[in-house]
C-alpha cells in the first residue's frame, strides 16, 4: 500500500537518473521537479496521440480554413485524437530528435500543437521559462532523447493515472526533501484515502447503487482522493459495486501541482475543468449554489491562511462577509474564522457549506492534526467551529491515526468523519476510535521520509469493522454529544477600597474586581451552581457568576477518553535496581566519595 512498489521502483528511479545525469550541473536538485514533472505530463500525452497523429494533421489541414473552432473535430475518435485534447504541430517528441539543429523552434513549434486546454496545463508548470535554460545548458536533446527511450514505460495503458499517482508523489517528495519542503501538504499516504473512502461510502452503500454523485476535494493534490474513490465506488469487484454516474471536483492552488491533476484528469476522461485552480477559500473555483454529496480532503494544517483573509470580501467594518463562514447561533455576529497561521477548519467550514440538503445529505472525511481538536477557548473560532458541527449532530466520528504516518510530520493526526444524515443510532453521539497502538499499524522496512509506519488491508478492515458495527470497547468508545461541551463561566470577586470595605454599583451590588477574574470550565451535564458551590464558594466566599457572561465551548481530548494508568514501580523494583547498578561499579561510587 505504501509508494515503495516495487513495480514503479524502475520508473521512478529512471526519471530521478535522468534527473541526476543530465540536469546536475544546470539545476539544483530541488529544481529537478520543474523540469522532470512537466516532461512526464507532456510524454505521456504524447504517447496517447502518436497513433492518431497522420489522422488529425489531416482533418486541421482540410477544415483549419472553413472552421473557426475545431475542437469537437480533432477529439472525436472518426476524425480526430478520440481524447479530450489533441495536437496539431507536425511534430511528436520522437520526431524532434531528426532535427537537432532546430531543436528549440521546433519544441516550441511542438508545445504550441497542443490544444488549449493543455495549454493551461503548461503555462502552470511554468515550463516555458525552462526551454531557454535547457537550450543554452546544450541539454534539450538528451533531456527529449531520454523521454523517449525504450527503457522507459510511461505510457497510460501501461502505467495508468492511479499508478502514475505514486510515481509522482514519491517523486515530488524527494525533490521536495531537497527544497526542505513539506510534501505531506500535497500528498496523502493511500492507505489513509482507502480508509477514508471506505469510511464515508460503506455507511451508505446500499443507497448509492445507482444515480449520479459529485466526488470533491478542495485541496485536491494530485487527485489521488478523487481517482481512489471513484475506483472504489464503482469497482465490479469491490463492496460497494456502484452502477452510478460519478463526477470528479477538486481545487489546487499550487500550480504545478494543479498542473499534474490537470493532466491526470485528461488522460482518465475526465472533465478537466472540474479541477479548479487557486486558493478554495479566497477564490473558490465552482459556482457558489454548487454541493457535493462526498468530499474527502487532507487540508493544510499549521500554515497560515493570511493571503485569503485578505483577499476575502469584507463588509463596512471590515469583517468578512463570506456566508460559507457565517455560522447561525454563533456568538461571533460576524463570520467566524480560526486563527490566521492555522487554516485548517477553516476548510472544514467550507465543506459544511456544500453539504446537499437531501434524502442521502452528504458525507466528509477530513485529514486534521490535534489543533483541530482543542485549539481555542470557548466564544473563539475553533471552539465555535467544533461547537457547530456538534451542536447540529453532523461530526459523526473521529479515527485517531498512528504518529509517523505522513512523510512530513510525525505528529498526531485524525480523520473526522462528518455527516448531516445520521443514522437512527448514530443521533447525538460521536463514536472515537484510537488506531494508534501496533494493533493498528505495520512498522515499514524502510521509511519513507517521515513515514515509518503503515496500515495494511487488515489494519484498514479492523478499523472499518469497529466503525461500521459502532463498537463500544477498549478502542473505540460512544460519547453523547454533550459530553464534549462545557460551559465557561467568569468567576467574580469583589472590589474593595483600601480599608477593606466592598464597592457597590448604583444599584447596590458589588463591583467585580478586573484583577480578580477567574474562569472555570464546567461540563454541561453538571449543574453550574452545584458546580460553584462545590469546587468554588468554599474557597471564595465572595465570589459570583454571572449567566450573560457565559459562553458553550466544545472540546475533543482522546487523552483523557483513553488513557491509560501506568502505576508506578514498587520501591523494592527499584531499590533492587539501584544496588545492581551499585554491584556493576564494584563499588566505584563509594570510593570516590571516601577519596
Not at 493571503?307 to 462577509?321: E, Q
Not at 488506531?435 to 489494519?459: C, D, I, N, Q, W
Request: with cysteine; charged share 30%.
Amino acid at each position: 500500500m505504501s509508494l515503495n512498489t516495487k513495480s514503479l521502483q524502475p520508473v521512478i528511479n529512471f526519471l530521478w537518473t535522468v534527473a541526476d545525469d543530465i540536469l546536475v550541473n544546470t539545476y539544483q536538485k530541488g529544481k529537478y521537479k520543474d523540469v522532470i514533472l512537466p516532461m512526464v505530463v507532456i510524454r505521456r500525452l504524447d504517447l496517447l496521440l502518436e497513433p492518431t497523429k497522420d489522422q488529425v494533421l489531416k482533418t486541421f489541414s482540410e477544415y483549419k480554413s472553413k472552421l473557426q473552432n475545431l475542437d469537437s473535430l480533432l477529439t472525436n475518435g472518426k476524425h480526430g485524437s478520440g481524447f479530450a485534447f489533441y495536437n496539431t504541430s507536425k511534430f511528436t517528441l520522437k520526431k524532434l530528435l531528426d532535427d537537432p539543429k532546430n531543436l528549440r523552434s521546433n519544441f516550441e513549434d511542438f508545445l504550441n500543437g497542443f490544444s488549449e486546454n493543455v495549454q493551461d496545463i503548461i503555462k502552470q508548470f511554468k515550463f516555458r521559462n525552462e526551454i531557454e535554460t535547457l537550450d543554452e545548458a546544450d541539454i534539450l536533446f538528451s533531456l527529449i532523447e531520454k523521454f523517449c527511450s525504450p527503457k522507459v514505460e510511461l505510457h497510460p495503458d501501461k502505467l495508468p493515472p492511479l499508478a502514475m499517482g505514486y510515481v509522482y508523489e514519491d517523486l515530488v517528495r524527494r525533490f521536495n526533501e531537497e527544497n526542505n519542503e513539506e510534501a505531506g501538504e500535497h500528498f496523502t499516504p493511500r492507505e489513509i484515502i482507502d480508509l477514508m473512502t471506505q469510511l464515508i461510502f460503506l455507511p451508505v452503500k446500499d443507497k448509492i447503487k445507482q444515480g449520479t454523485f459529485l466526488i470533491y476535494d478542495p485541496c485536491v493534490g494530485s487527485g489521488g482522493m478523487l481517482t481512489i474513490a471513484k475506483n472504489f465506488l464503482l469497482n465490479p469487484e469491490g463492496l460497494v459495486k456502484s452502477n452510478a454516474t460519478v463526477h470528479l471536483y477538486g481545487q489546487e492552488s499550487t500550480p504545478f501541482i494543479y498542473a499534474t491533476c490537470k493532466s491526470d484528469m485528461l488522460i482518465k476522461g475526465e472533465d478537466p475543468d472540474k479541477i479548479a485552480n487557486g486558493s478554495t477559500l479566497s477564490a473558490y473555483g465552482f459556482e457558489k449554489d454548487l454541493k457535493f454529496d462526498f468530499m474527502l480532503t487532507n487540508p493544510p494544517y499549521g500554515k497560515t491562511w493570511a493571503p485569503d483573509k485578505k483577499a476575502l470580501g469584507v463588509g463596512p467594518k471590515g469583517a468578512i462577509i463570506d456566508k460559507r463562514f457565517i455560522l447561525k447561533n454563533s456568538y461571533k455576529e460576524e463570520a467566524v474564522t480560526s486563527r490566521v497561521n492555522d487554516g485548517q477548519l477553516m476548510f472544514v467550514l467550507h465543506m459544511l457549506s456544500k453539504m446537499k440538503d437531501t434524502e442521502l445529505g452528504s458525507r466528509i472525511a477530513s485529514v486534521h492534526n490535534g489543533s483541530a481538536l482543542f485549539t481555542g477557548d470557548a466564544g473563539q473560532g475553533e471552539s465555535e467551529i467544533r461547537k457547530y458541527m456538534i451542536e447540529n449532530d453532523l461530526l459523526e466520528g473521529i479515527i485517531a491515526l498512528p504518529n509517523d504516518m505522513f512523510y512530513n510530520t510525525g505528529i498526531p493526526t485524525y480523520i473526522f468523519i462528518i455527516t448531516n444524515r445520521k443514522s437512527n443510532q448514530r443521533k447525538g453521539k460521536v463514536q472515537l476510535i484510537n488506531a494508534t497502538t501496533e494493533k493498528f499499524y505495520s512498522k515499514m522496512r524502510k521509511s519513507l521520509g517521515k513515514k515509518r509506519v503503515e496500515f495494511l488491508p487488515a489494519h484498514v478492515a479492523l478499523i472499518e469493522s469497529m466503525y461500521l458495527n459502532f463498537e463500544n470497547n477498549e478502542y473505540s468508545k460512544i460519547f453523547d454529544n454533550t459530553d464534549f461541551g462545557y460551559a465557561q463561566i467568569t468567576v467574580n470577586r469583589a472590589l474593595k477600597d483600601e480599608k477593606g470595605k466592598i464597592i457597590k454599583d448604583n444599584k447596590g451590588l458589588p463591583k467585580a474586581d478586573p484583577k480578580l477574574k477567574d474562569t472555570e470550565n464546567i461540563p454541561l451535564k453538571e449543574d453550574i451552581q452545584e458546580f460553584f458551590k462545590r469546587e468554588v464558594l468554599p474557597f471564595a466566599t465572595d465570589a459570583w457568576w454571572d449567566k450573560k457572561d457565559t459562553k458553550v465551548g466544545y472540546e475533543i481530548n482522546f487523552a483523557k477518553y483513553f488513557y491509560k494508568h501506568n502505576p508506578p514501580r514498587s520501591l523494592s523494583e527499584i531499590a533492587k535496581d539501584i544496588f545492581s547498578i551499585e554491584h556493576e561499579t564494584d563499588g566505584l561510587l563509594k570510593e570516590i566519595i571516601e577519596v
